[in-house]
């Protein structure tokens, strides 16, 4: 069948840290107070998603890729991939402070777990007055330094704090130690991966109470101890253009402010497209179909669509593709 833009039924999570944000701002349908993550689109053994419009209803991803890979992904996505859908797309609602962690490069992954790593970028959707990131060190550290540190209780000593507002970017590589803060709710865009090495956790224990686990000596050869300013992702904002915010080997993410309908070839991309709607509402039409969009909402646009129209009188949109 011909493939037209897709939505999907959101994967909810409770976390320690999470709240009520992702009811309260994004409408989604949590029945939890500490619900953390809104995975929107995954394909994550156990937590692959399902599509939720159109003939396809209730189809998962995965069974989609396995039938129609490369209209699904694009030719050069399978070619590098496989059938494997390589982008993870997620809203985070940190009532709390997240545990210190990092993620470890595709070669260390691949190593210990048999998996991608995890490249990641944040957009900032909202933040509470005074929230802020942990992003890396805050000077260059000896791997015994940082040892020394979670020994005698000092690691936060060593880290750099960002204050962050709506529409601050983080691009966040892999080896760098980081923390969503309290206060804030934003997108996220990275590798398919749940490997997360997390090295602090303000000593907090779980409903069971149990301290959660650490992963100290996996950590210590996956970190990049130097201090680097290299994560503040800065973008054009121009109105009703396409302005660049991350180009990287695994994903490529621009800004869509748009103040009226834009519309865009796209069958040149060989690549899926993602928009994630971070603010407004439209609709979304290809050749295949047309389907209404608003804040907190992801549609997936398969590689097969030429043409991609997006009408509306006022939405800001991430626009990912491969």
Request: charged share 30%; glycine share 8%; hydrophobic share 35%.
């Amino acid at each position: 069948m011909n493939l037209y833009p897709l939505k999907f039924e959101p994967i909810l999570k409770e976390r320690l840290w999470g709240g009520t944000k992702l009811k309260d701002v994004l409408n989604k349908p949590i029945e939890s107070d500490i619900t953390g993550e809104s995975w929107e689109l995954s394909t994550v053994k156990g937590d692959v998603s399902v599509i939720a419009n159109g003939d396809l209803k209730g189809t998962s991803l995965q069974y989609l890729i396995n039938k129609q890979a490369e209209a699904l992904l694009g030719k050069n996505v399978v070619e590098r991939f496989g059938h494997d859908f390589p982008i993870l797309i997620k809203f985070i609602d940190a009532k709390k402070d997240l545990s210190i962690q990092l993620h470890p490069n595709d070669e260390l992954a691949k190593e210990r777990h048999n998996s991608f790593g995890k490249t990641e970028m944040w957009y900032i959707m909202d933040a509470d007055s005074g929230a802020n990131l942990i992003v890396g060190f805050n000077k260059d550290v000896e791997k015994e330094t940082y040892k020394n540190s979670l020994e005698d209780n000092t690691l936060l000593e060593l880290l750099n704090y960002e204050e962050v507002k709506e529409g601050d970017t983080f691009f966040i590589n892999t080896g760098k130690i980081h923390a969503i803060g309290a206060g804030v709710l934003l997108a996220e865009i990275q590798q398919t991966s749940d490997v997360t090495y997390r090295v602090f956790d303000f000593n907090r224990k779980d409903k069971n109470g149990n301290l959660r686990e650490l992963h100290t000596d996996l950590a210590l050869d996956a970190i990049d101890y130097s201090k680097k300013d290299d994560f503040k992702v800065l973008y054009g904002t121009d109105k009703d253009k396409v302005n660049q915010m991350v180009d990287c080997p695994y994903f490529k993410t621009n800004s869509l402010h748009l103040t009226k309908d834009m519309s865009q070839d796209i069958g040149l991309r060989d690549s899926f497209t993602i928009l994630m709607c971070v603010s407004g509402k439209g609709k979304i039409t290809t050749e295949n179909g047309i389907i209404d969009f608003k804040k907190g909402e992801t549609v997936l646009i398969p590689a097969s669509a030429q043409k991609l129209e997006i009408i509306t009188n006022g939405a800001q949109l991430l626009e990912v593709t491969i």
